[in-house]
Nanobody, 115 residues
């Protein structure tokens, strides 16, 4: 069984920065993809950024140039560096780790950006 533990959320003023972490433990296939999603109450979960085990990345248009996704394969951990945060970035952020038909989600971490 794979478990994901997220950390790093919190309250920050607009223009500030936060760094989220997601550590995976358990039996993990070496070729995998890690992603960050976010979700506001009553809205669909949306993809923020993704990174493959080969370090190819993709970003939602709304965060390009402000957020950076990275990973440490030795630690099975992914990170989301969030800079120039805006109030509209306020959401619960979830990490996802998957390969083939297997997918695992973190518990979510709240990010709140005050204006």
């Amino acid at each position: 069984q794979v478990q994901l533990v997220e950390s790093g959320g919190g309250l920050v003023q607009a223009g500030g920065s936060l760094r989220l972490s997601c550590a995976a433990s358990g039996t993990i296939f070496s070729i995998n993809t890690m992603r960050w999603y976010r979700q506001a109450p009553g809205k669909q979960r949306e993809l923020v950024a993704g990174i493959t085990s080969g370090s190819s990345t993709n970003y939602a248009d709304s965060v390009k140039g402000r957020f950076t996704i990275s990973r440490d394969n030795a630690k099975n951990t992914e990170y989301l560096q969030m800079n120039s945060l805006k109030p509209e970035d306020t959401d619960v952020y979830y990490c996802k780790f998957f390969w083939g038909a297997r997918q695992y989600w973190g518990q979510g971490t709240q990010v709140t950006v005050s204006s």
